[in-house]
Structure formats: C-alpha cells, structure tokens
C-alpha cells in the first residue's frame, strides 16, 4: 500500500521568511498525482498546489512552490514571504487513477510576528 | 453551492444512538469521498461513490458504518450504534471523478465533528 510521512510534526517560520515542509511516499507506481493541502482551525482543507507525476516541472502557486523528485519520491514544500494567514496544517497527500487520496500525518507551521 | 457543504457542522450523540452525516457535494461532480480525520492525525479514507454506486467501501471499519448516494449528489453516511471511538471529524470531498486532469483534485467541505459521549 502507498504511504506518505511527514517527517516534521511542528515547524516555525518568522513572517516574510520562507519555509520547506518535507515529505516523502511510497509507491510502485509511475503516473499518480502529489498534493499539498492546508487545514486552519476551522478543519476546512484548502487545495495549496498540485502535481502531476509526469510532469517534470515543479509546480508554483503564487508565494507557494513544490520540490518534486520523482526518482528519491520526494515532495516537499516552499513557501515563500511567510504571513500570518499561513499558520495551519499542511497535508500532503497521494492519489493515483481513481483512488482516494492517501495522507501524511501532518507538519503544523507556526508563523511568528 | 459553490462549494462542497456538509451538515451538520457538529453532532453530539451518546454512546448506543445512531447518526446521520450529509454531504452535498460541488455540482456536477460525479465522485464523491468521505474521510475520517481523527485528532492528530490526517484524513483517512472511508468509502468512495461514483455516480450512485459505491466504488469502494474498503475503508469502513465495520457494519455499523454505511454510506449511501441514491441520486448521484448528496450523499449521507450513517452510523449504527456509536462507540466512543467514533468520536472524529468526517470529512466529505468530491472532484470531477474522471481520471487525469484536474478532475482528479478533490475538494474538501468543512467536516462535521462527531462526539460520542
């Protein structure tokens, strides 16, 4: 079965500052799909950024940046000019065909003033 | 909607009742999840719709658990006699349900916590 681990429970970040969430997963496969999810206190997951596995370029969504390394399974994230409203858990999670969507643990990211 | 909405937003039951979870997912969309997120941990996976049918029910840890979607939209998981266990939120998301493309990201509502006292 595919896995996704997070390595890193708890992360701190000092506004406008930038920080790198790690992940890593396991998989057999060659064409599935890689997620970064955000979830703030009000439980709502929020899509962050997406990439698909055949796609050598790494993904970017305005502040936010995946390090997409297919060969170590490799998924990590970026964020770029730290703000406030960043503060949440980040999930990153793996889907391939029409499976559901398997989770990590978590990082939560604290963001300082 | 816009979105996908999920009510309701929290249910307190005790333990021995029965619940029912609903989920309207985003129009048009065929495939419709739910997903336990217990405290502390990320979401994992219960039962998967496409259209009206269940694709895969692999994730619901027992009979007391069902799930259905008889027109093809809302969807309401049910819940037979609760334990204390099944205290979680229960996350609903829903995508385009087609493999490939953006069809494939599934969008989230804002879960419902459930409290079993």
């Known amino acids: 079965a595919q896995t996704v681990t997070q390595s890193q429970p708890e992360m701190s970040v000092q506004e406008a500052e930038t920080v790198t969430l790690s992940c890593t997963y396991d998989t057999s496969e060659s064409d599935y799909y890689l997620f970064w999810y955000k979830q703030p206190p009000s439980r709502q997951m929020i899509l962050v950024i997406r990439?698909?596995?055949?796609?050598?370029q790494n993904a970017t969504e305005n502040r936010f940046s995946v390090n997409f390394q297919k060969a170590a399974k490799s998924f990590s994230l970026k964020i770029s000019d730290s703000q406030l409203g960043d503060a949440a858990m980040y999930f990153c999670a793996y889907k391939e065909g029409n499976t559901p969507l398997v989770f990590g643990k978590g990082t939560r990211l604290s963001v300082i003033a | 909607g816009a979105g996908v909405s999920q009510t309701p937003s929290n249910k307190v039951t005790e333990k021995g009742k029965y619940v029912e979870l609903r989920c309207d997912p985003i129009s048009g969309h065929t495939a419709l999840y739910w997903y336990r997120q217990s405290l502390g941990q990320g979401p994992e996976f219960l039962i998967y719709f496409q259209g009206t049918g269940a694709a895969d029910d692999s994730g619901l840890p027992n009979d007391r658990f069902f799930a259905v979607r008889p027109e093809g939209s809302v969807s309401t998981l049910k819940i037979q006699r609760t334990e204390r266990g099944d205290s979680a939120v229960y996350l609903c998301?829903?995508?385009?349900?087609?493999?490939?493309?953006?069809?494939?990201?599934?969008?989230f509502g804002p879960g419902t916590r459930l409290t079993v006292l």
């Open positions: 998301a829903s995508s385009g349900g087609r493999s490939g493309g953006s069809s494939d990201t599934q969008y």
């Open positions: 990439q698909e596995a055949y796609k050598q």
